[in-house]
């Protein structure tokens, strides 16, 4: 099985453990904090993934370091992935946690182009339209590229919404020169 299916299992496991103790932004965000940890932190990561060290000594090492923080399902949900030898997917797990619970929440993340900065009126304006479309809280994520010119460019998982004046430029263009292609032969 794929590292991203095993991953979603287990972060499906975990969103469910978190909603039966009604805090599951709270889960996330120590997920999160967890995945942090094992992504900046070398000397954890090759300490988790070392199939010298064993089991036992992993979760003593984890039980120490988070029984106060955490949980104590959490904790055993850690102490599972050690077992199963799968907690060199805790980033993984923690990606795959999120997209979940923004699904549940009705919410989508886009990448938004414009060409030049907007004021917050136009954020809000964006936001508001593209929840519209998509049926769903949208979380616009902006960024400006003169190179569209103008309109925007909206980027939701796979699907892209080209409203730019480049592309509206060259549709025009391509219109034009395949036209006069089919003029000059008549």
Do not use: C
């Not at 030049?116 to 902006?142: C, M, Q, T, W, Y």
């Amino acid at each position: 099985m794929r590292a991203a299916t095993v991953a979603r299992n287990y972060a499906e496991t975990l969103l469910s453990l978190a909603e039966r103790a009604r805090d599951t932004s709270g889960w996330g965000a120590m997920i999160n904090e967890i995945a942090t940890a094992v992504r900046r932190d070398l000397t954890l990561r090759r300490f988790l993934a070392s199939p010298k060290i064993a089991p036992r000594l992993k979760k003593q090492v984890l039980a120490k370091a988070l029984d106060d923080r955490v949980p104590r399902i959490f904790l055993r949900f850690l102490e599972a992935l050690i077992d199963n030898r799968r907690q060199t997917l805790i980033p993984e797990i923690a990606v795959a946690y999120s997209d979940l619970l923004e699904e549940r929440e009705g919410r989508v993340h886009a990448e938004v182009t414009v060409a030049r900065p907007l004021d917050a009126g136009g954020e809000g304006s964006i936001a508001r339209n593209l929840s519209r479309a998509f049926g769903k809280s949208v979380v616009p994520h902006l960024s400006v590229d003169p190179a569209i010119l103008g309109g925007v460019v909206v980027r939701v998982g796979d699907t892209v919404i080209d409203g730019s004046v480049r592309r509206r430029l060259a549709l025009l263009r391509r219109r034009l020169t395949s036209g006069s292609a089919t003029a000059d032969r008549a």
